[in-house]
């Protein structure tokens, strides 16, 4: 089962964490699953950027990225070569390593 090692981030996870999920499993969904409550505003159905995370290690062994994917990353706040969002990163056999950008474009968080 691979392991997702999260960098610190300030909301969701202070300390950084190692979480593992079944290969198969978008990033998302394994974070969620372990209690880190990822922002995903559209349900994770593509349509947002508020999932979006940069893959610092493992980047290649993840799926290829869509081009709906690759049109919602452009919209993304602080967006690097190994962006991804993280509903549409599926996980294989390797461990990754992300980071959650400090910022996301979140209209109904921004609001607030």
């Known amino acids: 089962m ?3 090692k999260i960098l610190p981030h300030p909301e969701y996870c202070p300390q950084g964490t190692q979480i593992s999920a079944p290969a198969g499993t978008s990033i998302c969904e394994a974070l969620l699953d372990n209690d880190i ?3 995903h505003a559209c349900e994770m159905v593509c349509a947002c ?3 979006h995370v940069v893959v610092r290690e493992g ?3 993840l799926n290829e990225p869509e081009e709906n994917e690759e049109d919602m990353l452009d919209k993304a ?6 962006s991804r969002l993280s509903c ?3 996980l294989a056999q390797q461990d990754v390593t992300i980071e959650i950008p400090k910022y996301s474009i979140n209209h109904a968080k921004e609001g607030h």
Do not use: D
């Open 37 to 39: 409550h990822m922002e």
């Open 2 to 4: 691979p392991v997702i």
């Open 77 to 82: 706040w602080g967006l690097e070569p190994q």
């Open 88 to 90: 549409q990163a599926i």
């Open 49 to 51: 950027t508020t999932c």
């Open 59 to 61: 980047y290649a062994s």
